[in-house]
């Protein structure tokens, strides 16, 4: 039905009083209210919808008013001068009533840091309240506090939340982890990436890990937070939406500087201020808007988190799974017990979702009836889960075990080492101690840390170097280590040549050998006396990448083992970082024998029978002289190379007797003597 002019007049009245204020208070027949209540009401829709039209409109003017000043900064139109003054402050929307109840929100989620919240929300309004500049940091935040406790919980709650009270254009979060970027080799990919954080979608970029980032790209970061923009030092364009190094090529639309993009910056660390003082400067911790500090976890706290995460449990059991899930005191208490100093209150929620994918393998091999109730219980600190009051079984016994077929082989590959019997024995309760640490966090108990750096201490030649291959292959083989490879160095690949060059050296090496083991042949002569300040670095440079990469790394010293007393005095932190010490015996006469034998026969040569007692006789003499500089098992294989080569000739003399065959006389041993 169309509505005529008079129609629509006393609508308009009986809404509108005189002066078009809206009337109020004044009783109407039912049948004349209810289109005075949809007139209303559609006009409060219009009136929100032309609010946030209007919003992106000023937000759109913002963005193109950017980029123009930027073009005609580029073709000389605009002095820096005249872009300082053209720039105004815009006020901000009238939108901090918009903020009232976002702390409680926020504290449903984020448990037990109540003055962190705060800290946090009035970060996040800041802004609204001063106004923003251009297109400058909206805020310049350092969010910190210990591992596990809500730092990144809290910043996507309150990133979709503000999203949700269209505070924020969306609740994306750009994460850039700086550690991917330690050398200046990853100049144009740090830049690419940082390009493509502040032109994506959302505004809030976090950035992690910066204390392993290269400390040019730092550089950029602080200018950047401190200035509102980064001058770029080559000349680059935009191309299918990367930001490319067009080197000396005229482009048009060249970019020579980035801006904030009017995004909150946000550094996110376990250090506070002073940390990031000491690697980005004073400057950017002066420009901090605002910094933000969690704290650990009290007892009744870490009971609070281990309770919600029992009922997300629950539920989640309950939509998914279709099982009614109970869990009795004993259960929530080794949940509670899963929290650790190092890593705050994750291994908690990590503990649920195994039990979660438990409770799944359940229901994909059983199959129980939908509403089936599954009592999770811990009577002796191992969980337990019976379903409709039937036998209890081990929950996490559920699960998929780990692949371990690479442990066979490492095996048989130890136990064809000659010798060495005390030190295979400690590699095999080293992999003892690691699986049994494994089995108790499967099973939901509390572990402790076990320090797996070593020291190596014997002669050359006695194995050092293959021992420490083969601790890599097994540390990745049962899961502790992700990589597993060797890196052998010694001091000229971590000494530097001249001042400032020492730390970084150590540094590339040291990330060189994440996942794996990092081997320092003659660790020793590192340590030259206090007068060496290189080597000085060079080891404190060590000490703290083992600290920061406790759980990716390990680090095994090789050396004399007087020597190696004496070293592990230049630093105050080495000794108690090395409580594993193993001394590598010199090998026996029988046992070179054995070592002589196994590498011929590993190469297609077989010994003549005679050969064993005089072999044998002159090995141990030789031991008996000079281990230390007989080599050991490299005399084995240095007087084997001897023997092919002579037997070589004798071959070329006589073509008719056995091509795999060394006699006593190929070894010439009253030459080797």
Not at 171 to 198: C, H, T, V
Not at 362 to 383: F, I
Not at 598 to 617: F, H, M, N, T, W
Not at 646 to 654: F, P
Request: with cysteine; glycine share 10%; charged share 25%.
């Amino acid at each position: 039905m169309r509505m005529g002019s008079t129609d629509w007049e006393d609508l308009m009245n009986g809404v509108f009083g005189p002066g078009g204020r809206l009337r109020a208070g004044t009783a109407k027949p039912a049948q004349s209210q209810k289109p005075a209540r949809d007139a209303q009401k559609t006009l409060q829709q219009n009136q929100k919808a032309l609010d946030e039209a209007l919003a992106r409109q000023a937000q759109e003017i913002v963005r193109l008013g950017g980029e123009l000043e930027h073009t005609m900064q580029r073709d000389g139109l605009l002095t820096e001068a005249e872009t300082q003054a053209a720039r105004r402050t815009v006020p901000a929307p009238v939108q901090t009533d918009a903020f009232d109840g976002l702390e409680e929100t926020l504290a449903k989620t984020v448990l037990g840091q109540p003055e962190f919240l705060k800290q946090l929300v009035r970060a996040f309004k800041r802004p609204f309240v001063l106004g923003t500049t251009g297109e400058a940091a909206r805020g310049v935040l350092l969010v910190h506090g210990p591992a596990g406790t809500g730092k990144h919980t809290a910043l996507e709650a309150i990133a979709r939340e503000m999203a949700a009270r269209k505070l924020l254009s969306g609740p994306q979060i750009a994460w850039m982890n700086l550690g991917l970027y330690p050398g200046p080799g990853q100049e144009k990919l740090f830049l690419q990436d940082l390009y493509s954080a502040l032109n994506g979608p959302g505004q809030v970029l976090v950035f992690c890990d910066y204390e392993r980032c290269h400390p040019g790209f730092l550089n950029t970061l602080a200018t950047l937070a401190q200035t509102g923009k980064a001058p770029l030092n080559s000349r680059y364009a935009v191309q299918k939406g990367m930001l490319v190094d067009v080197g000396t090529a005229l482009v048009p639309d060249a970019v020579s500087e980035l801006t904030p993009r009017g995004k909150y910056l946000v550094f996110l660390s376990e250090k506070g201020p002073e940390k990031l003082a000491d690697r980005m400067g004073a400057g950017l911790v002066n420009a901090l808007s605002d910094v933000c500090a969690t704290r650990p976890f009290t007892e009744e706290e870490l009971a609070a988190i281990a309770g919600r995460g029992l009922e997300q449990l629950t539920v989640h059991a309950a939509r998914q799974l279709k099982l009614t899930v109970t869990a009795d005191e004993n259960f929530r208490a080794l949940a509670r017990r899963q929290a650790s100093p190092g890593r705050g209150a994750a291994p908690i929620g990590e503990f649920y979702d195994r039990c979660f994918k438990a409770l799944a393998e359940y229901k994909l091999e059983q199959e129980p009836a939908a509403g089936a109730a599954a009592a999770l219980t811990a009577p002796e600190g191992r969980a337990l889960v019976s379903v409709n009051s039937g036998q209890s079984e081990d929950l996490l016994g559920l699960l998929r075990q780990e692949y371990t077929g690479m442990l066979d082989e490492v095996d048989r590959e130890l136990e064809n080492i000659v010798g060495l019997d005390e030190v295979k024995d400690y590699v095999l309760r080293l992999k003892d101690s690691v699986q049994a640490n494994q089995r108790r966090a499967q099973a939901g108990m509390k572990t402790g840390s076990v320090s797996m750096h070593m020291i190596f201490a014997g002669n050359p030649g006695t194995g050092k170097t293959t021992i420490a291959r083969l601790v890599g292959k097994y540390l990745k083989a049962i899961g502790a280590l992700r990589g597993g490879q060797l890196v052998e160095v010694s001091r000229a690949d971590l000494v530097g040549r001249y001042v400032g060059h020492t730390a970084p050296l150590t540094n590339q090496v040291i990330r060189s050998a994440l996942g794996g083991v990092l081997f320092i042949d003659e660790a020793y002569s590192l340590y030259r006396g206090k007068d060496d300040s290189f080597g000085l670095e060079a080891i404190d440079t060590l000490v703290k990448g083992m600290e920061d990469h406790r759980d990716d790394l390990v680090v095994i010293l090789a050396g004399y083992s007087k020597e190696m007393e004496q070293f592990l005095t230049a630093n105050s932190g080495l000794a108690s970082r090395f409580p594993n010490k193993i001394e590598f015996p010199d090998y026996t006469g029988e046992e070179l024998w054995r070592i002589l034998e196994l590498s011929a026969k590993g190469r297609g040569y077989r010994l003549a029978e005679d050969c064993q007692e005089p072999l044998i006789e002159y090995f141990t003499r030789a031991q008996a002289e000079n281990a230390a500089e007989n080599g050991n098992g490299r005399m084995a294989r240095n007087l084997l190379e001897r023997a092919i080569l002579n037997q070589s000739r004798r071959l070329a003399a006589e073509p008719q007797v056995a091509l795999d065959e060394l006699t006593l006389g190929d070894f010439a041993l009253e030459e080797a003597e």
